[in-house]
Each structure stands twice: as structure tokens, then as C-alpha cells.
């Protein structure tokens, strides 16, 4: 066997799977817990979103409870053999598909919202439920979810919680570090790990549900969440807005944070190559002309006069001293949907291109946009485009290039440039899709030598045996480390 793409990667030296290994996954789980077609049922498991990483899993077990996803890991743990835990299969990454034969564990049938409190605003879920689904059970109480992104038709919640998901609403409630109470993960040797705290407040000893919150699938597998969610906003405004130049942009953005207070859900940045991708490719329409910058704000309270009020006040010095030229507020949520499709769907945008070279990086919010403007300098015509695009109220910049087809000399160009940059900056070279496969030789450039040994050491303590979404995460280990 050989990892597509990574033709140097050596397989660890697991267990290949056996019919005595499969007659007792049959022995413990459904018939259709369990699937083996390679042609009709295994493809999609082994290969990721980009399509740009491909393993060649034969087994992909689907569990039902926790239980059953400790007796799973117990035999494999036993049995030596590597396990890749797959959400919806949305990460950037390579990291939810199998790079060789790994069992791929799917979390997709446990997918029950177990309880929701609208007084508290705490949910407690299984870790397969979809992020689109768990949204539309809160509404019914009233509440909202604490993360939002363009995937949420088709990610979970275990795999947002397991990449420390950013996405558009992190500004507003912070990231999954703080919204995750609790939850209960399945550690590698079967042990069922019950971290399921629903207090708001809980200081006893270390916070170990830390560890598996942005893990990526290597320490255990998380399978029930307790979130906070937070009271649904009852008024919601989307502005989209036309800007000359970077320094108007870092202006609306301070501006935007000082007038608009907590009543800031969004601010977003777009530039123009982005928004023509996403134009050309997906038919769709900007409301405003040409500009070289576009941001998109939103705005989620509790009084609609009151928000109106704050928003009007805010474009009104921001049009006046000529720092917004154009835009449009959306009257209606159908046109605040059509306003975020313009921002959320230029990574399916840019798909449609061929390859794409994609960067998630934080950088210091003066310099976001400035790795864009290097980088086309270096590239010069090599690509069809360098676009920069992301969550500019959060300095997490999305840098993304394409060409027709996968060209390493391109490649070379790019890497390790970017990563170079970013370091120099002491930014980090994964904002929030995190380091997976594709980025994991990278880690040096955002950790530091003692913080990557300490990792390890982490890693090895819940996982002796590797078999927890090996390969993932940690550089190749020189005989140094
Ligand atoms: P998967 O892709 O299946 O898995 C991701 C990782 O988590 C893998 O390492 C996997 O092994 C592990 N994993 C999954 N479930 C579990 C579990 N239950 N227990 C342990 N490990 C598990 N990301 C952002 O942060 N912000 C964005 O704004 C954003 N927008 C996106 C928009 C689009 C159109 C797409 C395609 C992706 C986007 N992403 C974004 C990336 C991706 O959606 C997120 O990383 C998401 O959290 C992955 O969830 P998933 O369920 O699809 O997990
Ligand atoms: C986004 O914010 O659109 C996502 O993180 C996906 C991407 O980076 O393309
Ligand atoms: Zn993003």
C-alpha cells in the first residue's frame, strides 16, 4: 500500500484486517453497521472534501452508542489495529480519511440530540448529529448554536468539536474551548471517558475535555457533547459593503467593533478575486459593483430599533468620510442568505477552478491582507488566482490558490514561503481547519520544540499503541525528537 500523494509515507506496522477480524465486528454490530462493498459503500469514506487525499479503508464501522464504540476501540486496541474516527467528512485537511487501510470509525449513525435546556441554553448531543440539524432543534427552543460554517449541512458536532471548528460566529461567542461544557470520550483502550460536565463553572482538577477539543481524532473518540448554547437572536442584520482599499477595511473593522458592541456577530472580509470566483463559478450575484474589497457584517440582538439604530449610525460616519463606497443591507433573511452565499461558497467556488492550494493561517490583523499581495508577486502567472478571503474580525485569513490540475512546481513556489511568512509574523499556520495530514509537517513553524515533545508525550499516554488516526497531526519523528 501506498498514501496517494505522499508516495515517501511508510504504513505503521498494524494488523492488515482479517475475516476473524471482521467476523467479530459483524458479531457486535448490525448488518448495516458495518460496511465492506469497496465499490458501492466504501469510496466516499476514502476521500476527502477537496477530493485531494485518498486512503483505501475496506471497513467502515458505524456505531450507535458509546458502548459500542469502546468495545470497537478495546479489539482494535488488542488487535493492533489503526482506526481513522470520520464526522462528516467536510475537514481540509486529509485528516478524516484513512491514509492506508485504516477501519474507518463513522460517528454518523449516532446522531440523537439528547436534551435541550432553553433556560440554561445547555444541549447535550450525540457527536454525530449534523450542525444544521442540532441548529434547527434549537430554534424550536429558541436557542442558537455557538458556531456557524459554510459546511454545517454535512459536519458534526464531534467534528467540530474534535478540529476546535472556527468558522463565522466565533467573534461573537468565542471558540469551542469555551462553549463545550463537557462531553465523553472513548480513549484507546476502550475506557469510556465521562467529561460530561453541564456546569457553566467547574474547577475541579485539570479540564482533560481540553485535550480532546482540536485532537483531530488522535486521542480518543468523542462521542456525546454538552454545549452552551446561547438565546436566538431575535433581530438580525447582513450588510454587504464595497471598499477602495485595505487600510478602509482595518477602519470599518475598528469602527465596526467600537459602534456596533456586543450586537457584532460577523465581520468578514472578501476580496475581489474571491468574489469574482465565486460570481463566475456558482452563477451567482453580487449586489454592488466592482471593488477590490468587499466586507460583510452582520449584527444579531434582541431589539431590532435598537440594532437598526446602531448599524444606521455606524455606516452613516462610515460613508460619509468615504471608507464605505458601496453596498447593500439585506431587507429579509432570504437576502441575508443570498448575501452569506457570496462569502460562504467561495471555497466550493474555487473547487470548481481544479487544484486548490489552501491556506488558513492567523496573522497580526495590520498585515492580513499583505501575505495575499506577496504572494501574487511571487507567483506572478503561474496560477489562475491567488485570493485572500476569511475571518477578518478574528485576523484569520484564508489564502487560497488555484491551478488546473495538481502542479508541484507551483507547489514549491508556495511552500514553504507561506509557512515562512506566517512564522515570521508568530502567526500560526492553522487558524481552524487544523494540521490533519496535509499540514502536519508544518507544526514547527506555530509550536514550539518543548510544546511538540510534551504533545507527543500526551499522545503516547492515550494512545500507546498509535492506532488512534495515525500519521495525523504529528511531523514524521526524526531520530532526534
Ligand atoms: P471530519 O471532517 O469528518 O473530521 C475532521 C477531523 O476530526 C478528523 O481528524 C477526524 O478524525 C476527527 N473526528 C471527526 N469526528 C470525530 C469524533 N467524533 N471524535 C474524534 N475525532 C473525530 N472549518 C472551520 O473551522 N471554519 C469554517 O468556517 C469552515 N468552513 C468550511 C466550509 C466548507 C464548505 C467546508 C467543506 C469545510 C469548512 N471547514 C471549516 C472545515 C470543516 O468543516 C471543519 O473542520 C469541521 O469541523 C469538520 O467536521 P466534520 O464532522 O466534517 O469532521
Ligand atoms: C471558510 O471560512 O470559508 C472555510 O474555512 C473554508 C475555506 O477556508 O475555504
Ligand atoms: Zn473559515
Known amino acids: 500500500l501506498t498514501a496517494v500523494r505522499y508516495p515517501l509515507l511508510k504504513r505503521g506496522n498494524f494488523s492488515f484486517l482479517s475475516d476473524r477480524h471482521l467476523g467479530f465486528f459483524q458479531s457486535i454490530l448490525s448488518a448495516h453497521q458495518v460496511l465492506t462493498d469497496e465499490l458501492n459503500d466504501l469510496s466516499g469514506y476514502n476521500v476527502d472534501w477537496m477530493r485531494s487525499v485518498r486512503g483505501s479503508s475496506r471497513l467502515v464501522l458505524r456505531p450507535k452508542t458509546t458502548e459500542e464504540v469502546a468495545a470497537i476501540l478495546q479489539y482494535c486496541n488488542v488487535q493492533n489495529i489503526a482506526i481513522c474516527p470520520q464526522g462528516g467528512n467536510t475537514g481540509l485537511v486529509g485528516g478524516s480519511v484513512p491514509v492506508f487501510d ?42 442558537a448554536l455557538p458556531l456557524d460554517l459554510g459546511a454545517k449541512g454535512s459536519c458534526q458536532i464531534g467534528g467540530n468539536v474534535a478540529t476546535n471548528a472556527g468558522g463565522i460566529r466565533l ?82 473593522l475598528r469602527l465596526s467593533k467600537r459602534n456596533l458592541g456586543e450586537i457584532l456577530s460577523s465581520c468578514e472580509l472578501i476580496d475581489q478575486s474571491s468574489l469574482e470566483c465565486v460570481t463566475k463559478q456558482l452563477e451567482l450575484r453580487s449586489p454592488i459593483n466592482n471593488f477590490p474589497f468587499y466586507m460583510l457584517l452582520e449584527t444579531a440582538g434582541s431589539n431590532a430599533g435598537h440594532d437598526a439604530e446602531k448599524l444606521n449610525s455606524l455606516l ?81 485569513l484564508h489564502l487560497n490558490i488555484t491551478s488546473h490540475e495538481y502542479n508541484p512546481i507551483l507547489l514549491n513556489r508556495i511552500e514553504p514561503f507561506v509557512y515562512d511568512w506566517v512564522g515570521q509574523e508568530r502567526g500560526s499556520v492553522s487558524a481552524e481547519h487544523g494540521l490533519g495530514l496535509k499540514k502536519r509537517d508544518y507544526m514547527e513553524y506555530s509550536k514550539s520544540p518543548t510544546a511538540i515533545h510534551w504533545m507527543r508525550r500526551v499522545k ?21 525528537d
Request: glycine share 10%; hydrophobic share 40%; charged share 20%.
Open 102 to 143: 485504516e477501519v474507518v470509525l463513522s460517528l454518523e449513525l449516532m446522531d440523537e440530540v439528547i436534551s435541550v435546556d432553553e433556560l440554561s441554553g445547555v444541549t447535550i448531543v450525540q457527536a454525530g448529529c449534523v450542525l444544521e440539524k442540532l441548529e434547527t432543534v434549537l430554534h424550536l427552543s429558541n436557542l
Open 316 to 396: 452613516e460616519i462610515l460613508i460619509n468620510n468615504g471608507t464605505i463606497v458601496d453596498g447593500t443591507l439585506a431587507v429579509d433573511s432570504a437576502q441575508a442568505k443570498n448575501l452569506w452565499g457570496l462569502r460562504e461558497r467561495i471555497s466550493e467556488a474555487l473547487a470548481c477552478e481544479g487544484y486548490v492550494y489552501k491556506y488558513d493561517v492567523s496573522v497580526p490583523i495590520r498585515q492580513f491582507y499583505q501575505l495575499v499581495d506577496d504572494i501574487r508577486i511571487r507567483l506572478g502567472n503561474l496560477p489562475i488566482r491567488c485570493c485572500g478571503y476569511g475571518h477578518l474580525g478574528d485576523g484569520n
Open 460 to 480: 503516547k499516554l492515550f494512545d500507546p499503541n498509535n492506532i488512534l488516526n495515525p500519521y495525523k497531526i504529528f511531523p514524521e519523528q526524526s531520530s532526534t
Open 171 to 252: 467573534l461573537r461567542y468565542g471558540n469551542l474551548h469555551g462553549s463545550v461544557l463537557g462531553l465523553t470520550a472513548v480513549l484507546a483502550n476502550g475506557q469510556i471517558m465521562d467529561c460530561l460536565n453541564t456546569n457553566k463553572k467547574d474547577n475541579t482538577g485539570y479540564d482533560l475535555k481540553q485535550l480532546f477539543i482540536g485532537s483531530e481524532g488522535t486521542l480518543g473518540v468523542v462521542t456525546q457533547v454538552a454545549l452552551q448554547c446561547q438565546p436566538k437572536p431575535s433581530s438580525v442584520q447582513v450588510g454587504f459593503f464595497g471598499l477602495n482599499s485595505f487600510e478602509n477595511v482595518l477602519e470599518t
